[in-house]
């Protein structure tokens, strides 16, 4: 599967984006699909993350929930990133990924080598 993120940009602190990651090339509701970010100089951390069609489970990072909404349109292949009260430190590159494991994603769905599937990233830059 192929996957574009899109929907980065400038926004101020307090404000909403809206991040995509669409996929190409399968059937994207087999797939369970994370966000990802890494902010300049930092590591990569987990941010959100869905389960493939069927039981609807999501999971978030403790720094984003009650903030962010992951969410999955199959019909449209894309998987969305609703961020709201965005905070500076929430500026970074966010990078989409999907794979295909059974039942032990649950258990690691907060691990980027968990995903096979990368897409490129899209850049948030929120100003204080």
Request: positive net charge; glycine residues 10%.
């Amino acid at each position: 599967v192929q996957l574009q993120a899109s929907g980065g940009g400038l926004v101020q602190a307090g404000g909403s984006l809206r991040l995509s990651c669409a996929a190409s090339g399968r059937t994207f509701s087999n797939y369970h699909v994370g966000w990802f970010r890494q902010a300049p100089g930092k590591e990569r951390e987990f941010v959100a993350a869905i389960s493939r069609t069927g039981d609807s489970s999501s999971y978030y990072a403790d720094s984003v929930k009650g903030r962010f909404a992951i969410s999955r349109d199959n019909a449209k292949n894309t998987v969305y990133l609703q961020m709201s009260s965005l905070k500076s430190e929430d500026t970074a590159v966010y990078s989409c990924a999907a794979t295909t494991y059974g039942t032990r994603w649950y258990l690691s769905w907060y691990l980027s080598s968990s995903y096979g599937y990368w897409g490129q990233g899209t850049l948030v830059t929120v100003s204080s």
